[in-house]
């Protein structure tokens, strides 16, 4: 407010004093009717206050005594003071009744003394046919303003000359990103704005979703401009994700209380810190990789997000997530995996022009037989895949013994077998148990899982024994067969010999029988 000396005192005539009276507050008006030669190019309602915000201390006692007595003259106009929050609708109430107006009244309302709605003959008038602002129901009655999307300023009922309402409207917006969703990681800055005629002097307290007050001394969250801005760095999911509270008091009262949600989207984390998850295998082993967004897509359905699996920066595969999906994760299998296949796999999410990253280090353990000269003899092996953890451990149990390898694992780690029964390599992390594998030996003979070791002597002489069966039976099957032929060829033949000497015999018995006949 300008000093007392730097305008005409009749700036101050015409604006309302607000008195204390008791615990309610008084106000005196200049009417417009009454004072429109000079008042009609000025607001009808202007609200000074004695506690709060500061009174012009220069005004001296004739002029104040003057406004007095004036205000006494003149009816009592009731300015109220609205907060309301941006882009929410809003109904200033219009008692008509109180006047009993005729129906040939003209009721209409004034923003910034400007017309912008008028009812008059059963017909409403628009000072702007494209404006959303409406009577509530003029044809009953009802002349109340309904506001859709609400402008700050001064609002006036009024019929025909006499002001039946007045209104001084503060609009608060909270402003930030453009964006719906942020990703985990970005950047964000909150903006209280204020929207009125006459700035007010108010406090404003932010607090989290997890119910925190900003005190402005956490690094995570800065405070600038009066507390008016809130400055979120590295947006975590744990502590950011949803609706952040602003409140504003006026001379210490709750005014206006608004939220505003903040939508992070990011991976579930495997741990409290920021290394790569861990993710343990055997040889031979089904695996899948799998990254678990922190979000429900189900109940996102205006959000496409784009997912790709790489390794070593060389694209393996990608995939398509939308509120379409059952489940809320990028996977990648790998089927059988082979010791070759560790290493240190990239999971990427991709909103519109942004990504985010994430990567799972695959250690894969595989284990094997080295054969000794010794007959009877050989050396287990357990080997992992670099890098593993500086605190990994291979162990190997038998026989409720256990040998434990100790410092770094740049080669495997073996143990001479001597004697037969179960063995175990036990994979272990801090002494935690990642992963385990048993071997069986019996006679000389390794097994684990599924595959088979032996000796080189076994080897070769399991391999003369078989190419010496493979010559026999070369050798034996075309010997049978051709037996077999030559049985069957004199079989013939003494069958043939038999039916020919029955033909015969039968053919003398013939001739004999006649002779005897004759004789």
């Known amino acids: 407010m300008e000093q007392a000396g730097t305008e005409a005192p009749w700036t101050y005539i015409k604006q309302s004093i607000q008195v204390r009276a008791a615990s309610s507050w008084g106000i005196i008006s200049i009417s417009h009717a009454q004072g429109k030669d000079l008042l009609d190019k000025l607001p009808v309602c202007h609200?000074?206050?004695?506690?709060?915000?500061?009174?012009?201390m220069i005004l001296n006692t004739v002029l104040v005594s003057f406004i007095l007595q004036l205000g006494m003259m003149l009816p009592v106009l009731e300015c109220l003071d609205i907060n309301i929050v941006a882009?929410?609708?809003?109904?200033?109430?219009?008692?008509?009744?109180a006047k009993k107006p005729q129906t040939s009244n003209?009721?209409?309302?004034?923003?910034?003394?400007?017309?912008?709605?008028?009812?008059?003959?059963?017909?409403?008038?628009?000072?702007?046919?494209?404006?959303?602002?409406?009577?509530?129901?003029?044809?009953?009655?009802?002349?109340?303003?309904?506001?859709?999307?609400?402008e700050e300023g001064q609002y006036i009922c009024k019929v025909e000359e006499n002001i039946l309402r007045t209104y001084d409207l503060t609009v608060w917006e909270i402003t930030g990103s453009q964006?719906?969703?942020?990703?985990?990681?970005?950047?964000?800055?909150?903006?209280?704005?204020?929207?009125?005629?006459?700035?007010?002097?108010?406090?404003?307290?932010?607090?989290?979703?997890n119910k925190v007050?900003?005190?402005?001394?956490?690094?995570?969250?800065?405070?600038?401009?009066?507390?008016?801005?809130?400055?979120?760095?590295?947006?975590?999911?744990?502590?950011?994700?949803?609706?952040?509270g602003c409140h504003i008091f006026l001379d210490n009262v709750l005014i206006i209380s608004h939220n505003v949600n903040v939508n992070v989207i990011g991976f579930l984390k495997a741990s409290a810190k920021d290394d790569d998850e861990m993710m343990f295998a055997v040889v031979n082993s089904n695996v899948t990789l799998s990254c678990l967004l922190n979000i429900?897509?189900?109940?996102?359905?205006?959000?496409?997000?784009?997912?790709?699996?790489?390794?070593?920066?060389?694209?393996?595969?990608?995939?398509?997530?939308?509120?379409?999906?059952?489940?809320?994760?990028?996977?990648?299998?790998?089927?059988?995996?082979?010791?070759?296949?560790?290493?240190?796999?990239?999971?990427?999410?991709?909103l519109e022009n942004r990504q985010l990253d994430k990567f799972i280090q695959l250690v894969v353990m595989k284990v094997f037989l080295e054969p000794s000269s010794e007959e009877g003899k050989g050396t287990l092996c357990c080997q992992v895949s670099a890098p593993a953890p500086p605190t990994t451990q291979l162990c190997w149990v038998h026989a409720n013994t256990t040998n434990c390898s100790h410092g770094f694992l740049d080669s495997p780690f073996c143990h001479p077998v001597t004697t037969t029964g179960l063995w175990r390599c036990d994979l272990k992390v801090k002494n935690e148990e990642k992963r385990s594998v048993n071997y069986s030996t019996v006679k000389e003979e390794v097994t684990a899982m599924g595959d088979h070791a032996f000796p080189v002597t076994e080897v070769l002489s399991g391999a003369g024994v078989t190419l010496l069966l493979l010559i026999i039976v070369g050798t034996l099957v075309p010997a049978c067969k051709m037996i077999r032929r030559k049985r069957q060829q004199v079989k013939r033949m003494a069958l043939a010999k038999q039916h020919l000497l029955a033909k015969r015999t039968c053919q003398c018995q013939r001739e004999l029988t006649n002779d005897y006949y004759h004789t």
């Not at 910034?112 to 959303?132: L, M």
């Not at 969250?221 to 975590?236: M, S, T």
Request: hydrophobic content about 30%; some cysteine; aromatic content about 10%.
């Open 47 to 56: 609200t000074y206050r004695r506690n709060g915000a500061p009174v012009n």
């Open 87 to 97: 882009h929410k609708p809003v109904i200033l109430s219009c008692p008509v009744h």
């Open 106 to 150: 003209k009721v209409f309302w004034k923003h910034n003394q400007k017309d912008i709605i008028k009812y008059t003959e059963g017909r409403v008038f628009k000072g702007d046919k494209s404006a959303t602002y409406t009577f509530v129901n003029a044809d009953n009655g009802n002349y109340s303003l309904n506001l859709i999307n609400p």
């Open 179 to 209: 964006q719906k969703y942020f990703l985990q990681g970005e950047s964000l800055t909150l903006s209280l704005k204020q929207h009125a005629t006459v700035m007010k002097e108010v406090k404003v307290k932010w607090v989290s979703p």
């Open 213 to 244: 007050s900003v005190t402005g001394e956490e690094s995570h969250w800065q405070l600038r401009n009066n507390n008016q801005d809130l400055h979120i760095k590295n947006l975590e999911f744990e502590k950011d994700h949803g609706a952040w």
């Open 296 to 350: 429900n897509l189900q109940d996102q359905k205006d959000i496409l997000l784009n997912g790709e699996w790489l390794k070593d920066n060389i694209i393996l595969g990608k995939e398509n997530i939308s509120s379409s999906n059952s489940t809320s994760s990028l996977d990648k299998k790998l089927p059988k995996v082979q010791f070759e296949d560790a290493g240190r796999y990239q999971c990427r999410l991709k």
